[in-house]
Nanobody, 122 residues
Framework: QLQLVESGGGLVQAGDSLRLSCAAS????????MAWFRQAPGKEREFVAV????????DYAASVKGRFTISRDNAKNTSYLQMNGLTPEDTAVYYC???????????????WGQGTQVTVSS
């Protein structure tokens, strides 16, 4: 089993930055595409960003493109989500996920972290 643990969430003001981390253990993380999803209260879980196994390919949701950057360090078994220019609309629980196949649909992901809360005040 692959275990994922997110960290780095918190309460920030609009315009601030945060970096989320996702620490993986249990299996070789370089075998997996890594992604971030988020879920705001009363809304469905939505795709945020994905990075391929070696980091050569990335994709972003339109709402975060240009503001968020996904990266990974396979030597540290960790993926990251750098979030700049945060707005109140970015408030959500952010989840790290892993899948053997690269994709943007949440149903494709087999492993999930417990989530970390990001709250952006106006």
């Amino acid at each position: 089993q692959l275990q994922l643990v997110e960290s780095g969430g918190g309460l920030v003001q609009a315009g601030d930055s945060l970096r989320l981390s996702c620490a993986a253990s249990g299996r070789t993380v370089s075998n997996y595409a890594m992604a971030w999803f988020r879920q705001a209260p009363g809304k469905e879980r939505e795709f945020v960003a994905v990075i391929s196994r070696r980091g050569y390919n990335t994709d972003y949701a339109a709402s975060v493109k240009g503001r968020f950057t996904i990266s990974r360090d396979n030597a540290k078994n960790t993926s990251y989500l750098q979030m700049n220019g945060l707005t109140p609309e970015d408030t959500a629980v952010y989840y790290c996920a892993a899948a053997l196949r690269y994709g943007v649909g949440w149903s494709s992901y087999d492993y999930w972290g417990q989530g970390t809360q990001v709250t952006v005040s106006s």
